[in-house]
T-cell receptor
């Protein structure tokens, strides 16, 4: 079974530039998550999709971050414009979803450095 | 507000001995708990989970204990192996909603 795929693996941009990350979840997984992990901290949820609808985006900085999940499969996360404090690893995860107790499977992440 | 806490940033254990990683939580509505293992430059990998209706779950060398009254869970690894050296995150969720993660404990198993 293929895992969660993310690209790119690494990205370096200057502040105020834009950046986009892509995620392809495990086939059949209805729930998709984007997490931000700052160095020395645990992953923090940015947005959660159930199929192509947003379940939770309460911690997404909506003035600069946006995410979409077209057709309930792939997803993109965009930052525009980037700030220095956005430097982090952005993790995509997927799970079978619903109200069942299922674990999330993570991709390798995209390490973003804003200079 | 950190709802899941791992108060030990690091832990060193001799190979063959028991590793005990601890996690505390504040939200009494959490009903599902997980442990993830993370190697450098990789995403977290699911290790073991426990539902709030249980107080213990075992999978090979890994056992998770849940003490709901103390809002505490622990991961026991017996016997510890060098390949277990990684950062371990505990996570919790309520009613199938988002997972809240702790800050992680870096485990080093010394050969």
């Amino acid at each position: 079974e293929a895992g969660v795929a993310q690209s790119p693996r690494y990205k370096i941009i200057e502040k105020r530039q834009s950046v986009a990350f892509w995620c392809n979840p495990i086939s059949g997984h209805a729930t998709l998550y984007w997490y931000q992990q700052i160095l020395g901290q645990g992953p923090k949820l940015l947005i959660q999709f159930q199929n192509n609808g947003v379940v939770d985006d309460s911690q997404l900085p909506k003035d600069r971050f946006s995410a979409e999940r077209l057709k309930g499969v792939d997803s993109t996360l965009k930052i525009q414009p980037a700030k220095l404090e956005d430097s982090a690893v952005y993790l995509c995860a997927s799970s079978l979803g619903g109200r069942g107790r299922t674990e999330a499977f993570f991709g390798q992440g995209t390490r973003l450095t804003v200079v | 507000d950190q709802q899941v806490k791992q108060n030990s940033p690091s832990l060193s254990v001799q190979e063959g001995r028991i590793s005990i990683l601890n996690c505390d939580y504040t939200n009494s509505m959490f009903d599902y708990f997980l442990w993830y293992k993370k190697y450098p430059a990789e995403g977290p990998t699911f290790l073991i989970s426990i539902s709030s209706i249980k107080d213990k779950n075992e999978d090979g060398r890994f056992t998770v204990f849940l003490n709901k009254s103390a809002k505490h869970l622990s991961l026991h690894i017996v016997p510890s192996q060098p390949g277990d050296s990684a950062v371990y995150f505990c996570a919790a969720s309520a009613f199938g909603n988002q997972f809240y993660f702790g800050t992680g404990t870096s485990l080093t198993v010394i050969p």
